[in-house]
Structures are given as structure tokens and as C-alpha cells.
């Protein structure tokens, strides 16, 4: 079964991701657009294209333990997830800065120094930018792919970042928040790497 899987996800082609992707995000914007977000639209968007974000982020995080645990091989889908999941992360942060805050800088660096998961969610944001721009063949090659893979590492914390910013989000603990968080932890538990026995007698 799981031979059949990859052989499927081989068959899909990468821009059907580039395609897709941004559909949610559109039919957010027709939503709000038609009134059909509720008393607060801009809030609504907000949080919706954080959560889309923050669920890319953990589809990218799951496909190395996928493939360690399950077999199942779907690493040809890590850029395209990952370059989906900072687009919603600049959205996320476009929504908050030009319609929530409508550009009133003052007021956005005194909520950036002093509520924490606006600090948190803003030091997300900055690990994720270089990942984003060195999601190319053309950086791995002048990069050399083992510096590439170490900076690509920034996921891990910017990850655990954006789960516990959601969670700090919510005000209150909410079952949906505390899940995403402890998924987060449990795949990025997964890669650790336990020393092995030596079971061998001398």
C-alpha cells in the first residue's frame, strides 16, 4: 500500500501546489468581501490565514518522520509546502499590519515589545525569511547543501514558535491550539536521534 502511495505522490506534479494554494486565501478575501465573515472580517482573515499557515508548517515538519516511520516518501512536496506556508505566514502578518493595524507603526512596535505573542509570532516570522529565500536549487548550489540543510534547521524553532504564538493567540486553552502545539513538540521530538545499545558482548 505504501509502495502504491509513493508511486501516486511521485505522479504529482509541483505547481498543482502553487495552484491550489492559494485558493483559501482568495475565498477568505471573496468572504469578507460578500459580508459572509461576521461583525469583525478582519479578524476572521487574520486568524484564518495564521491557522492555514501554521498547519502547512506542521505538513511540512511531518514529512521526514512519514518517510523514517511510515516509508511513506513525499519529500519531492517539502519546498512547495514550505513556500505555500511563508506566503500564508506574510499574509498573516500583511492582514495584521495594513488592515488591522492600518499602518499605525507606533502603535505595532509597542504591541511587538510588549505582548509577547505578537513578539513570539514576529521572531517566527523573521527565521522563516531566510528559508524563503534560499528555497532554491540556485542557493543550494552556491551554498554548498550541508550549510543549506543547517540554516533550513530555523524551521524546527520557527515551528514550535508559531504553535505556542497560537496557543498564547486563543487568550484561553483551547483543545484545537493545545493540539497543534503538541503535535508540533511530538515531530520535532521524533527527530531526535536516541543513542543505540551496544547489546554486543565483548
Known amino acids: 500500500m505504501v509502495d502504491g502511495l509513493n508511486r501516486a505522490a511521485r505522479k504529482v506534479p509541483n505547481w ?7 485558493l483559501p486565501a482568495m475565498w477568505l478575501l471573496w468572504q469578507g468581501i460578500q459580508g459572509g465573515l461576521g461583525v469583525d472580517p478582519v ?13 502547512l508548517l506542521i505538513a511540512g515538519l511531518a514529512i521526514t518522520p512519514l518517510r523514517r516511520f511510515a516509508g511513506l516518501n513525499l519529500i519531492k512536496w517539502r519546498r ?26 507606533e502603535q505595532m512596535l509597542k504591541d511587538i515589545a510588549k505582548r ?12 522563516l525569511v531566510p528559508l524563503a529565500w534560499t528555497s532554491n536549487n540556485r542557493s543550494v548550489r552556491s551554498m554548498g547543501a550541508a550549510a543549506w540543510s543547517k540554516l ?3 524551521v524546527y ?7 505556542v504564538h497560537f496557543v498564547m493567540v486563543q487568550k484561553v486553552w483551547e483543545a484545537e491550539s493545545l ?6 513538540v511530538g515531530l520535532l521530538a521524533s527527530r531526535i536521534k536516541l543513542p543505540r545499545r551496544d547489546t554486543a558482548r565483548a
Open 43 to 55: 479578524k476572521v482573515i487574520e486568524h484564518e490565514l495564521g491557522l492555514i499557515a501554521l498547519q
Open 179 to 184: 493540539l497543534y502545539l503538541a503535535l508540533t
Open 157 to 163: 524553532p520557527a515551528v514550535l514558535l508559531g504553535a
Open 116 to 127: 509577547p505573542y505578537i513578539t513570539i509570532g514576529m521572531v517566527a516570522f523573521v527565521l
Open 80 to 105: 512547495p509546502i514550505g513556500v505555500l506556508a511563508f506566503s500564508y505566514v506574510a499574509l498573516h502578518l500583511a492582514t495584521w499590519v495594513l488592515l488591522d493595524m492600518q499602518l499605525y507603526w
Open 152 to 154: 533550513h534547521r530555523l
Open 16 to 22: 498543482l501546489f502553487y495552484v491550489l494554494g492559494p
